[in-house]
Each structure stands twice: as C-alpha cells, then as structure tokens.
C-alpha cells in the first residue's frame, strides 16, 4: 500500500510541478480584471493583440460588487494591470480605496459627457445602458390589460402580484431599481410610502437570473408566471438576438419612464504590473473597434459619440435619451442607509 | 527484527501524518488566518457574534441542517440497502446515477424546483429541505450503501436461522454494525445543508439565510470584512465542534464486525426483499427522475422544436464565454481528476494515520473543517495571502485542482477510516505469524480490503471536484472554466440560445458523472473480487 501512496504522490507532484511551468506568466501581457458580464469576441481581442503586440488576459472575478470588492481587497497589489466595471452605484467605493492611477485617454473627447463621471479621471466611461420594468407583452395581450407605464401604475387595481424585483442588497439591478424610485419620488419618506404599498405584491428574489429566468413569464425559459421584472433595458435585442429562429417583435418590452442610467468606467489599477500596456487596452477599449462590439457582446451601449449600433439594436432597444439618475456623491453617501429602509420596509 | 519494524512503524507513522498536516497548513489554515487577520485586525467581534440577527441566522443554519440530515438519512437509507444488498439487474448503473444530483450546480436544482412545485410551496423551508435531501442522497447512498455491502452476512443468516424477525434484525444486527458509516454520512450530510448557499438564496428568498448566505453578502456585496471574518470564525467552531462530537461516535462505533468483501453480501431479493425493492426504486425514479427529465427536457427544447441545435451550439464560440463551451469538459476532467489524485493521496495518508492510532483527533477534526469553511472567504484568503514570491500562486493553474481536493478530501477521510478499522488485525498478525514483511502485509491484506472503499472514494471525490462552484468560480481562470464555472455564465444572460446552453451543458455534466463513477466502481469492484 506504501508503495501506493508513493507511486500517487510521485503523479500528483508531477501534476502540479508541470503546472507551474505553464503557468509562468507571458512575458509580454496585459491583464484585465473585470466582472462576469464582460464579454469580448475573438477577433476583437485578436486585433487589441496584434496591434499592440501584448497578450490579452482577463480574470472574470464575480459580479460587479464582488469584482470590486476583490480589488479593494488587492489593493497596492493588484491582480491584473486595468479594471473594467465599475458602475455610477460603486464609484464612491472605488475612489475612495485609491484603487487607480489617473489616466486621460485621447478618445475621451469623443465622449458624450453626461458619462464622464470622475473628472479626475481615475476612471473612464466605456460603456452605459439602463435598469427598467421590463413586462411581458403576450401576457399583458392576452389579459387586456395595460401594460405598465409609470411607478404608479403597480399601484392600479388588476396589478396585484404581477412585479418581481431583486433584492437591492444583493443584487445590482434591484439596487438601480431602488435608485430609480428614489430618484423618481425624491429623497424624503415618498419612496418608502410607495415601497410599502406595494411590498405585499412584489416577489422579491437575491439575484436578477432567478428573477428574469425562473419568475418572469416573459423569458424565453417561460417559467415564471409574473408579467413584470426588474431588468435591463436592452432585454428586447438580447431576446430577439438570442432566439435562435427569426422573430419581427420581441416578446418583452421597457417601461421607459422607470429606467435608472447606470454607466460603466475602467480605470488603470495602482501598482499595476504592466502600466505601459495597461494604457494602451483603456485606449482600446475606448476605440471604435472596441466600441462597436459593445451592444452584441455585453448588451449595453457605447459610449464613443457616433459609434454604429447593430441593427437588432437600433429596432428593438435603441438607446434612452434621459434615464433617471442620482450623481454618485449622492448614491456613496446614502446607499447603505437607504438599502436598509428598504429592507425594514419590504422585508420586514 | 521486531524492534527494527517498530522503529520504521513510528517513523512511517510521522510521515503518514506529515503530508496532509502540511497540505492543510499551506491550503486551508494560511490562507484563512490571513484573510481573518485582514478582516478582524487585532478586535474580538464581541458586537457582530452577540448579535440578534446573528442569533437568528445561526438558529436556522442549524435547525434546518438537523432536519435536512434526518430527512436526507431517511430517503437513503433504503436506497442503500438495495444497492448493497440486494443484486438486480443495473444495480451498478442506480449506484451511479444517484451521484448526478450531487455534482449539479445548486442554482440549477434550484431552479427546477421552482419550476416543479407548486407556487404556494416554492419559498421557505419546504422546498429547502426537499432540495438538500435530493442533493445528499448521493452521501447516504455511497458512504452507508459502500459500508454496507462489506459487512458479512452470515451473521444475519445465523440471526434469521435462530428466529429474528427481519424488524428485529434491523435493530438489534444492522443498526448496530452501521453506526460507524452512518455517523460519517450524517456528519458529512450536516455539513453541507449547514453551509448551504445557492438553494437557500433561490428556494428561501430574501428572507431566509444561513451563516454561508450571510458571509457571502458582508463579503462581495456589504464589504464589512470585520463582520465577514467573525461568522466565518464562528461557522468554523460551530463544524469543529459536530466533526469532534461525530467522529468520537464513529470512533466509539469502531467496527466489531469483521467485514468481508462485497461480492459475498448482495444477493438476488426473497419474499418481502422484493416489494421493498420495488418500491425504493420507484420512489426514487421519481424523487430523482422528475427534476433531472426537467433539466433534460429543457435542453432539447429549442425555439423550433425538439433538437440538437443547443448541443450543437457547445462547440461554436459565443459572447457569453471566452472559450468555446465544450472546451469546459476538458478543463473540468483534468481539474477533478488531479483533484482526485491529490485528494486521495492526502485522505488515505490521513486515514490510514487515523486507523493505527486513535490519539489523532485533532487531525481527524482538521482535515474535515474545508467542508465547513466559507468558500468566499477561503477564495479571498487565496488571493491576498499567495500574491508574493515565493508563494505567488495567484495565477497558479494547479490550485483550482487543490482547493478542490480541500473540499474532496474529507470524504475520503470519511469512507476510508472506517474501512481501515474494521480490518480484523488478526488477519495481519496471522500474515506476519507467517513471516509476512510489513509491507507484504499492506499490499496483499490491507490494500486487497481497502481497494472497493478507495473505488467509493475516488469516484465521490472527482464527483465533488466536478460538481464544486463556490471555490472553484474564484480561482479558476476565466479562459479555463469548469462545466459548472460554464453553466453559471450562461445562466447569468437572457436569451433562448444561452439557458438552452446552460441545460445542455448540464446534461453533459450528468452524463460525465455518470461514467466517472461508473467506471471508478467497476474498475475497484472487479479487482476487489480476487
């Protein structure tokens, strides 16, 4: 049996000693840290690597808050040289952790600048969309009902139990969504009145697939029996684009009066191995190569002025012209207190 | 010459123990303390323990775990006995099959339950329970079931011959001699329902949480770490002190039965053996059978009818992964299976130290704590307390096979130890009576007994590397993602084609299961035959 154990442990030394000699880092590389929902084709991070001669990395490290709360956590010591993912509802954090090294891309005129969020520039804006009601046009159809189109609107007779939400401590729509109500009803107790009228008829859920995927009726899985949800307002293109056989309406659809505008920024990480090439992938990033796969691959908008949207985009989720918005001074200074009112409010 | 063996046994002794000591030290107990040190620095949490939330939330974390293992014992108990006692036709095959529920993302089962019950019954605690006994069946099965059909039947037919009712039997002959698998069972049982994550965030909603649900929040969403480290402090004591409590029942259990190799216990079913085993299995394709035909149903049903499109779609590139998603098959085979050799390695070290000595329970103890440890916790510990030379392994391929084997191991810790007590040491003695060397002795009596527990083990803990997410999604690189780190992207995007995706990868996941185990059971059963 001894001989055994030796034998096994001889292989699993080997394992992890060949492991180590690939693992040994690309001499020449850049390494993008990043959340869950980045997404990038082949031939556009083909092309970042033949123009720049670097090797393109990227460590997916949970959702939004996770990935940043990861890099908090790194700080000084980074994982990788640039992070992309930052939102309006995390930047007070990210800048308060003196995570990144200042840095003004060129292209950075090119961008509108209602997304230019940290003037210092220790972040930049690369993409933007919108958090909204999103309702189930079949169901609203077949139950000749009005599909929604304001907040009050849940409040009508005939809405009862229809509206799933996330739970905005867990999640990050359902806090853009409890944003939205307190930039729609203002800072004071309003919100809370509304919240606490409709609380007995929204299902809350800890995340937005369980929402959209296992509670709405609207999704493609068709599981769900609600007609509303909490989701993004690109929902439309993403549901046409990923059908799977061709579709001239798409089966879900924005309440456009209850959209919060949530902008993405990357920032060079401080202490970055790579900083050289980690200002050449911000400029990448913010180039029209970049800019253009946006909406395909992460199903949210450019922010380069003048960058073509794909087709499906332009007829089922074109762009929102003004969603509502709190500045981010304002999020980083009451969102905790804010997100526990809403759970004595709704939870309790 | 006697001397000189007991020389080599004590030295051999230390060594057995050296290397699953240093693999905890390095992988488990460093990168913790670091992240605890970062998180508590210096202050005892007196406010955050002392707590009424707190109170409230270790209250539930155990009651429901309690009632979770009871429930869990109960649904597997039978489905034990008729894997190991009875011999029917695809026995085999039910044996691995009950691993496929094991490996499944919880966010997967959790759905399906959503999608099958009722809408009155689909939060709070029922379908809670219902989700963890369908998850831990597979424990029951494998560790009891695999203990079980050792365990030599000539007793029984001795107790049947002189009048004992079967009832009786069950009492006074089975239950007695199925203490030591079913305290492990039940430990291991416990523990994973009392770090429950993914079905108590679906199947409870935002208003149920255990201390696992609580520490993942503080850590990626609050990022009160202080808060984070304390629970997590708190949930390590709390598994320390039911290993402790579990595995001196186990210990006192010590088998007095001799145990006989497998073939000689399974026979074909008599008078009230086969409605009984008609019955098990029925219940069980159902309680099995339901949620998993939904999961396969789903993968077949594309916008156009039934087809193959969402398989067809694993080998295409898509936005939603940065690899094709049948490269996850590769990734995940290789990570489980050095997982496995690692875990193996480090369990039967461990259990073979655990088997020759008893005074080692503080190590028996250790060597289980990863189950009950925060995976969030332990991932952030790896990032900040390997992030300098000489111990930069941030980038590390091999530690995504190691953190699985931390969590792999203490099964083989658990199905092995009882396996090595029960060996009668006077067969060993009678060996060496006969001039046997030490090591002779090993290969043709211990390893000979040993070798179907080592089959149960090795296909549990590459069924435990293939399934694990909660360490796994943080440390494995994204161009290198396991099937479940794959399916968990694709479910996280809306669309047709990506849940058609993520169902079809969930079907090949099962389908990978099923022949690991399969084969890791054939491969032991037939050599154990002599």
């Known amino acids: ?348 | 010459m006697l001397l000189k063996h007991k020389a080599t046994g004590t030295l051999g002794r230390a060594a057995l123990v050296a290397i699953p000591v240093a693999f905890l030290g390095l992988f488990f107990v460093y990168p913790l303390a670091t992240i605890f040190r970062r998180g508590l620095g210096g202050s005892f949490p007196t406010d955050v323990l002392f707590d009424r939330g707190t109170l409230h939330i270790v209250w539930f974390t155990i009651w429901q775990a309690t009632a979770s293992t009871a429930l869990t014992l109960a649904a597997g108990l039978p489905l034990a006995w008729a894997t190991a006692r009875v011999a029917f036709r695809g026995r085999g095959l039910v044996r691995a099959l009950v691993v496929v529920p094991f490996v499944l993302p919880t966010v997967v089962v959790a759905t399906a339950f959503l999608a099958l019950l009722p809408e009155s019954m689909q939060r709070g605690v029922v379908p809670i329970l219902l989700a963890h006994v369908f998850f831990n069946v597979a424990v029951v099965v494998r560790v009891v079931g695999g203990y079980w059909a050792r365990l030599d039947p000539s007793l029984w037919d001795a107790a049947a011959t002189l009048g004992a009712s079967p009832s009786r039997r069950f009492r006074e002959l089975t239950l007695p001699a199925l203490r030591p698998a079913l305290a492990a069972a039940s430990a291991l049982t416990f523990l994973f329902c009392f770090t429950s994550f993914g079905v108590i965030v679906i199947l409870g909603g935002p208003r149920f949480a255990t201390l696992e649900v609580d520490i993942y929040d503080l850590a990626t969403q609050t990022f009160d770490l202080r808060a984070a480290a304390a629970l997590s402090l708190l949930q390590l004591a709390a598994v320390g002190a039911i290993v402790a409590v579990s595995s001196s029942l186990e210990a006192r259990a010590g088998a007095r039965l001799p145990l006989a190799v497998e073939q000689l216990a399974a026979r074909r079913a008599r008078d009230w053996e086969r409605p009984a085993l008609v019955a098990t299995l029925a219940v069980a394709a159902v309680g099995f059978g339901l949620p998993l035909a939904a999961l396969i149903e789903r993968s077949f049903a594309t916008a156009n009818g039934a087809g193959l499109a969402f398989y067809r779609a694993l080998g295409r590139d898509t936005p939603s992964l940065l690899v094709a998603p049948w490269r996850a098959v590769e990734y995940s085979l290789a990570y489980a299976a050095a997982a496995t050799g690692i875990a193996l390695v480090v369990g039967a070290l461990a259990a073979a130290a655990f088997a020759s000595q008893r005074g080692s329970r503080w190590l028996d103890t250790a060597v289980m704590l990863p189950l009950g440890a925060s995976a969030v916790m332990l991932g952030y510990g790896f990032v900040i307390a390997f992030d300098t030379s000489p111990l930069d392994f941030r980038d590390a391929v091999w530690i995504v096979p190691v953190v699985q084997a931390l969590v792999a191991a203490p099964f083989v810790v658990r199905i092995l130890t009882p396996a090595m007590r029960g060996i009668d040491p006077r067969l060993r003695e009678a060996a060496a009576v006969l001039g046997a060397p030490p090591a002779r002795v090993r290969r043709e009596i211990d390893l000979p007994l040993v070798l179907r527990p080592l089959g149960v083990a090795a296909g549990l803990a590459f069924a435990i590397a293939l399934g694990e997410f909660g360490a796994t999604v943080f440390l494995a690189r994204s161009d290198r993602p396991t099937l479940p780190v794959a399916i968990f992207r694709f479910l996280e995007r809306p669309g047709a084609t990506n849940q058609g995706t993520a169902a079809a990868l969930c079907v090949v996941l099962m389908a990978v299961t099923v022949l690991a185990v399969g084969i890791a059971d054939r491969l032991t059963s037939r050599r154990g035959a002599f």
């Open chain 1, 1 to 348: 049996m001894r001989r055994a154990f030796v034998v096994a442990t001889a292989v699993a030394v080997a394992i992890v000693g060949a492991s180590i000699g690939a693992a040994a880092p690309v001499a020449r590389s850049v390494v993008l840290v990043t959340h869950d929902s980045f997404a990038i084709s082949k031939s556009t991070k083909a092309a970042f690597e033949t123009q720049s001669g670097l090797k393109l990395r990227i460590l997916q490290n949970g959702d939004a808050g996770a990935a940043l709360n990861r890099a908090l956590l790194t700080a000084g010591r980074p994982e990788g040289d640039v992070f992309f993912g930052v939102d309006n509802n995390l930047l007070s954090r990210a800048l308060g952790g003196k995570l990144f090294d200042a840095y003004t891309p060129a292209a950075l005129t090119q961008v509108e600048r209602a997304y230019d969020l940290d003037l210092s520039h220790h972040l930049v804006p690369i993409d933007h969309g919108a958090i909204c009601l999103v309702y189930d046009r079949a169901w609203f159809a077949a139950h000749k009902l009005r599909p929604p189109y304001t907040f009050e609107d849940l409040l009508r007779p005939g809405y009862a139990k229809l509206t799933v939400v996330e739970n905005p401590a867990t999640s990050t729509p359902g806090l853009a969504f409890m944003l939205a109500t307190i930039a729609h009803f203002g800072s004071g107790k309003a919100p809370w009145t509304y919240w606490s009228r409709i609380k007995r008829d929204v299902l809350v859920t800890n995340g937005w697939d369980e929402a959209y995927n296992a509670q709405f009726s609207g999704s493609s899985s068709h599981k769900g029996k609600r007609p509303i949800v909490v989701s993004y307002s690109s929902d439309p293109a993403a549901e046409v684009y990923f059908a799977g056989k061709p579709r001239t309406q798409a089966p879900v659809a924005v309440v456009r009066n209850t959209c919060f505008g949530q902008v993405e920024l990357a920032g060079i990480l401080r202490g970055a191995k790579n900083p050289d090439g980690a200002r050449k992938l911000v400029d990448f990033l913010l180039s029209q190569r970049f800019q253009a796969g946006i909406p395909l691959t992460m199903f949210v908008y450019p922010v380069r002025g003048r960058t073509p949207l794909p087709a499906v985009f332009m007829r089922f989720s074109p762009p929102m012209s003004s969603p509502l918005t709190l500045s981010p001074a304002t999020i980083g200074a009451n969102r905790d207190a804010w997100i526990s009112e809403w759970t004595d409010t709704v939870l309790r």
